[in-house]
């Protein structure tokens, strides 16, 4: 079936480590997007992708990092400069329509 | 500063019954406004879309207004079912390049039996 794979879904993180995300999409979209949802708020645009091998920065890139090497892959890196990094993580690819994975919920211990 | 408030925040409703949201925004030039049902711990699934020239649009229980010149919207669920436990979300988009998202804070809708 066609879609969005994230994983992990569930992710504990140490203060002081990096973490990656992992999203894939077998759309054929050239367009991929990272949010960030937190309780009550709208989802945040952290990086954007709208083709291969070149992204661009969201509202609320900083402590973030990503790359594009595929068109299938879009892996959003969560660094240590990240200060409060615990949230819903959602990644979606499309134009227009946005098709949204299941997310992945990080947790800083 | 392109907007989107929806409200109320959220709302319990009795198995059967009727209720609307809504969503109001100041996002411009407007492109097109979707709705979204966000099941708790998953990812958002279009339920709508509509562009300007759209005054209502249905999708089975759930139907969607649009006024552009007031710049509300309203998602109407008929005969609320438990499966309609979730949150809904309200997105406008902007006419420009890259057609930028707006996103609303959504809705909690917990339908009781």
Redesign the interface.
């Known amino acids: 079936d066609g879609g969005?794979t994230?994983s992990p879904k569930y992710l504990f993180r140490k203060e002081g480590q990096n973490v990656t995300l992992s999203c894939e999409q077998n759309l054929n979209h050239d367009a991929m997007y990272w949010?960030r949802q937190d309780p009550?708020?709208?989802?945040?645009?952290i990086y954007?992708s709208?083709i291969v091998n070149d992204f661009q920065k969201g509202d609320i890139a900083e402590g973030y990092s990503v790359s594009r090497e595929k068109k299938e892959s879009f892996p959003l890196t969560v660094t240590s400069a990240q200060k409060n990094p615990t949230a819903?993580y959602?990644c979606?690819s499309g134009?227009?329509?946005?098709?949204?994975?299941?997310?992945s919920?990080l947790t800083v211990l | 500063k392109n907007q989107v408030e929806q409200s109320p925040q959220s709302l319990i409703i009795l198995e059967g019954k009727n209720c609307t949201l809504q969503c109001n925004y100041t996002v411009s030039p407007f492109s097109n406004l979707r709705w979204y049902k966000q099941d708790t711990g998953r990812g958002p699934v279009s339920l709508t879309i509509m562009t300007f020239s759209e005054n209502t649009k249905s999708n089975g229980r759930y139907t969607a207004t649009l006024d552009a010149d007031t710049k509300q919207s309203s998602l109407h669920i008929t005969a609320s079912q438990l499966s309609d436990s979730a949150s809904y979300i309200c997105v406008v988009s902007a006419e420009a390049a890259g057609n930028k998202l707006t996103f609303g804070g959504g809705t909690r809708v917990l339908v009781k039996p």
């Not at chain 1, 009550?40 to 645009?45: A, F, I, T, W």
């Not at chain 1, 134009?95 to 997310?103: A, K, M, N, P, V």
């Open positions: 969005i994230q949010y009550g708020q709208g989802l945040r645009l954007y709208q819903f959602l979606a134009f227009g329509e946005l098709f949204f994975g299941e997310g919920r």
